[in-house]
Structures are given as structure tokens and as C-alpha cells.
């Protein structure tokens, strides 16, 4: 596609529940990022994909949170039994075609009550 | 966690007037970014600078880099109204598997 899409676009979800959050790089790049914004901790990484690999989670805040990415394009980051301190921007990017520049998507933002 | 602070936090300034926004990073780099955000939602990239390079243009945006420093400043010139926004740098260091750090950030207010 033309750019990084993210999906949904907003979640609410209740304290508990699970949630997954899907995106879509730009057609080709092999490597993709998860990174979360929230006012108290400002913007974060989370995981990085290249390819289908992950070699790099050190991000993740517990394991609660867990992400995969199939066929070297859409990635899922999934929060199991949600908490109040996950409500966040999450926003993904992805990078390729040799560029060291990362491109994002428009975000998730994801309000647990 | 964040590698590095942004000055000022905030910055109001008259429209047809300069911007310059700091950063500070704390390791070693490849690479030094700046994107620009509007309304707590994507990030829009502005410009990627090189470790080996100390100063960047791109349109109305140059920014600089001091690696002895660890430092960047990125200036907008004959601002805008539509560039009131926040503005991030983030940094690709040396042997962080390519993930980005992110500085606190600059919220811009253009007064027309």
C-alpha cells in the first residue's frame, strides 16, 4: 500500500478483556516496529520484525503482550488481559528497500476502562 | 525509556518567525531523525541525519548534528500555522538493533 495502515483506528475495551491490534507496512519492507505513546512514558519501543522474526522484544512490558507477524507483511500485537496502564497510542512503522528511514502508521489508540 | 530531552517543551512563536528545537541523546548513533506529530497521532518523518554528517536541509527545516556533543537542533524557518505541532527526534545508536529512542519531545504553537 501507499503507506503504514493501523487498525482499528480506536479501541475502547473494558479492564481484563484481550486485544489485538493489527498492521499493515508498506509493501515490501521487510523490517516493522511496534512502539507505544502514553503521557507518562512518552514513546516506546516494543518489538521489532524482521521478516517473520523477532530479534529484538526487549521492549515488551510483561508478558501479557505478545506480537507475531505472517508472510512478512501484517503484524498483530496482542495484550492479553488488559490494564488501565495500557491505555496508549499504539503505533507501528515499518522500514525497507535498504532506507534507515521508518515510516508510521496513524496509530491505535487503545483505552482500557 | 527515553534517551534524551527535547527544549523547550514548549515553544509559541509569531508565524513568519524561526523555530530552533534542541535535542540531547546520550550513546553513540548511526543515525539521528526528526518527525513531526499533529494531534497525538502518526508520526510524520522530516528529516534522517547521518553520525557522519553535521548539517542537514530539506524545504524550510535544517538541522545540525554535534556527535561530541550528543546534540541536534532542528530549525524551521518562516513558520507556518500549519506547523504548529510536536516535534520528536529519535535516534538509531549503535548496536540497538535498529529501534528507535525517542527525545520528550517540542509542542509548537504558531500564532497567526
Known amino acids: 500500500g501507499a503507506g503504514v495502515s493501523q487498525s482499528p483506528s480506536n479501541k475502547v475495551t473494558e479492564k481484563g478483556k484481550d486485544v489485538e491490534l493489527r498492521c499493515d507496512p508498506i509493501?515490501?519492507?521487510?523490517?516493522l516496529y511496534w512502539y507505544r505513546q502514553s503521557l507518562g512514558q512518552g514513546l516506546e519501543f516494543l518489538i521489532y520484525?524482521?521478516?517473520?522474526?523477532?530479534?529484538?522484544k526487549s521492549g515488551l512490558p510483561s508478558d501479557r503482550f505478545s506480537a507475531e507477524r505472517t508472510g512478512g507483511s501484517v503484524s498483530t500485537l496482542t495484550i492479553q488481559r488488559t490494564q488501565q496502564e495500557d491505555s496508549a497510542v499504539y503505533l507501528c512503522a515499518s522500514k525497507g528497500g535498504g532506507a534507515d528511514t521508518q515510516y508510521f502508521g496513524p496509530g491505535t489508540r487503545l483505552t482500557v476502562l | 525509556s527515553q534517551q534524551g530531552e527535547e527544549d523547550p517543551q514548549a515553544l509559541s512563536i509569531q508565524e513568519g518567525e524561526n523555530a530552533t528545537m534542541n535535542c540531547s541523546y546520550k550513546?553513540?548513533?548511526?543515525?539521528l531523525q526528526w518527525y513531526r506529530q499533529n494531534s497525538g497521532r502518526g508520526l510524520v518523518h522530516l528529516i534522517l541525519?547521518?553520525?557522519?554528517?553535521r548539517e542537514k536541509h530539506s524545504g524550510r527545516l535544517r538541522v545540525t548534528l554535534d556527535t561530541s556533543k550528543k546534540s541536534s537542533s532542528l530549525l524551521i524557518t518562516a513558520s507556518r500555522a500549519a506547523d504548529t505541532a510536536s516535534y520528536f527526534c529519535a535516534t538509531d545508536a549503535i548496536g540497538g538493533n535498529e529501534k528507535l529512542t525517542f527525545g520528550t519531545g517540542t509542542r509548537l504553537t504558531i500564532i497567526p
Open positions: 520484525f524482521q521478516g517473520n522474526s523477532a530479534p529484538d
Open positions: 541525519i547521518r553520525s557522519n554528517e
Open positions: 509493501s515490501g519492507h521487510t523490517a
Open positions: 550513546t553513540s548513533i548511526n543515525n
